[in-house]
């Protein structure tokens, strides 16, 4: 899925390659990404990249992979990821991702959050795509609401990083109709 976006920078949304992880490693490590991420380590390591990378791969070959994994590629780079995980077909997938910090506030993620959210719900058969987002992540909670998402609750003490309890909101995207 080839896009530009309102006139200023086109992406692709594609599957990982396992030539990414070298450019992974430089884009994805940068301190803003993990403090609003969860599962991303700081300072991202090669080995990370290795090793996540081919997980993603193995899982483009599985018939029910659990999740599904796109790369948000810009003038030829890996610059960003998006995902819905923890897929239950036909009902619902919890969406999630990370963007280089030199493409923040483009309009990209916007657009690759509408773009996965559609193909969820057509190529899984979803009903409901939701994410998290920690209280603080005010440009994330933009990028869903912009969306369509609707905050369904505040989960207070939710999560676990750094050895602190932080809030959460929850916000979902329905599919409505037959």
Do not use: C
């Not at 080839?2 to 200023?8: E, F, R, S, T």
């Not at 599985?62 to 599904?68: I, L, Q, R, V």
């Not at 077909?89 to 030199?102: C, D, S």
């Not at 609401?145 to 602190?164: A, M, P, R, S, W």
């Amino acid at each position: 899925m080839a896009k530009k976006i309102k006139n200023k920078i086109n992406y692709l949304l594609r599957p990982f390659k396992k030539s990414d992880y070298k450019i992974l490693v430089r884009k994805i490590n940068h301190r803003d990404i993990y403090r609003n991420t969860l599962h991303i380590p700081y300072p991202y390591k090669e080995q990370d990249a290795k090793k996540w990378i081919t997980e993603i791969l193995r899982r483009y070959k599985s018939k029910s992979p659990g999740s599904y994994n796109l790369a948000i590629e810009v003038d030829g780079e890996v610059s960003g990821g998006i995902s819905l995980k923890n897929i239950e077909k036909e009902h619902k997938a919890e969406i999630g991702y990370w963007l280089a910090r030199e493409y923040w506030g483009q309009g990209i993620m916007s657009s690759a959050v509408a773009d996965m959210t559609a193909l969820g719900f057509k190529k899984f058969k979803l009903r409901k795509v939701y994410a998290y987002v920690f209280t603080r992540n005010k440009a994330s909670l933009r990028v869903l609401v912009k969306n369509g998402f609707k905050k369904e609750g505040l989960l207070i003490q939710h999560t676990k990083k750094d050895g602190k309890l932080l809030n959460e909101f929850i916000l979902a995207k329905y599919k409505h109709g037959n």
